[in-house]
T-cell receptor
Framework: DSGVTQTPKHLITATGQRVTLRCSPR?????VYWYQQSLDQGLQFLIQ???????AKGNILERFSAQQFPDLHSELNLSSLELGDSALYFC?????????????FGPGTRLTVL | DAKTTQPNSMESNEEEPVHLPCNHS???????IHWYRQLPSQGPEYVIH???SNVNNRMASLAIAEDRKSSTLILHRATLRDAAVYYC????????????FGSGTKLNVKP
C-alpha cells in the first residue's frame, strides 16, 4: 500500500459525458501527478500540481483539467468524453516539488467510455 | 521526449539472476536513469535510480555503461513476485517532473 488513494476504482460512462477522478496523496506529500495508461499509448504523464499550483504539463488534452485543493487532494476532470479516453488513470505523489527519488502511485481508476 | 528502448519481454527462472537491459543513446549529461515496475493490477512502484555510478539497494542493482548510453537492471534472485512490467525512464535534468515511461519489459518468472 503506497498510501495514495484514488476513487472511484471503476467508472463506466457514455461518450460526451463528464467525469471527475479523485486522488488523496500520501500524508505530507505536496506534489500530485496524474498519468493516463492506455493499451496503445502506454503510461503517459498528464500534469503535476504542487501545493495547489500547476507546475508541469505533459500530454494533457484541452478537454481534461485538474486542480489541487488546500487539503492537497486533487481532482482530474475529463469532459466531452470519447471512446479513446477509456484507460487507467493513475495518481502519484511525492514530498517535494522535484522528484528526486520516487513517486508513490495509487491503485488507479479504470475509466470505460461506451 | 527522452527515449529509451527495452525488449518487449523476457523470461527467467525463479531463484536465478535477471538482467534487464535498456538503451538510451540520446541521454544528456544531466539525465537520471530511473527504473519502475508495475505488478499486475497495480500502479507502478519505484525500483532504483542512478546518474553515472552503479547503484545498489534492497530491491535491485543498476549497472550504468561508461558512456551512459545503456543501463541494466539486475534482480539478483528472481522470485515469482518479481513478475511485472519494468520501465526504464530518463528523468530530464532540466525538468525533474516529467517522467516519460516507454513500453517497458514484461518479465515472466517461471517456478
Amino acid at each position: 500500500d503506497s498510501g495514495v488513494t484514488q476513487t472511484p476504482k471503476h467508472l463506466i460512462t457514455a461518450t460526451g459525458q463528464r467525469v471527475t477522478l479523485r486522488c488523496s496523496p500520501r500524508s505530507g506529500d505536496l506534489s500530485v501527478y496524474w498519468y493516463q495508461q492506455s493499451l496503445d499509448q502506454g503510461l503517459q504523464f498528464l500534469i503535476q500540481y504542487y501545493n495547489g499550483e500547476e507546475r508541469a504539463k505533459g500530454n494533457i488534452l484541452e478537454r481534461f483539467s485538474a486542480q489541487q485543493f488546500p487539503d492537497l487532494h486533487s481532482e482530474l476532470n475529463l469532459s466531452s468524453l470519447e471512446l479513446g479516453d477509456s484507460a487507467l488513470y493513475f495518481c502519484a505523489s511525492s514530498p517535494r516539488l522535484v522528484v528526486m527519488y520516487e513517486q508513490f502511485f495509487g491503485p488507479g481508476t479504470r475509466l470505460t467510455v461506451l | 521526449d527522452a527515449k529509451t528502448t527495452q525488449p518487449n519481454s523476457m523470461e527467467s527462472n525463479e531463484e536465478e539472476p535477471v538482467h534487464l537491459p535498456c538503451n538510451h543513446s540520446t541521454i544528456s549529461g544531466t539525465d537520471y536513469i530511473h527504473w519502475y515496475r508495475q505488478l499486475p493490477s497495480q500502479g507502478p512502484e519505484y525500483v532504483i535510480h542512478g546518474l553515472t555510478s552503479n547503484v545498489n539497494n534492497r530491491m535491485a542493482s543498476l549497472a550504468i555503461a561508461e558512456d551512459r548510453k545503456s543501463s541494466t537492471l539486475i534482480l539478483h534472485r528472481a522470485t515469482l513476485r518479481d513478475a511485472a512490467v519494468y520501465y526504464c525512464i530518463l528523468r530530464r535534468g532540466d525538468n525533474f517532473n516529467k517522467f516519460y515511461f516507454g513500453s517497458g519489459t514484461k518479465l515472466n518468472v517461471k517456478p
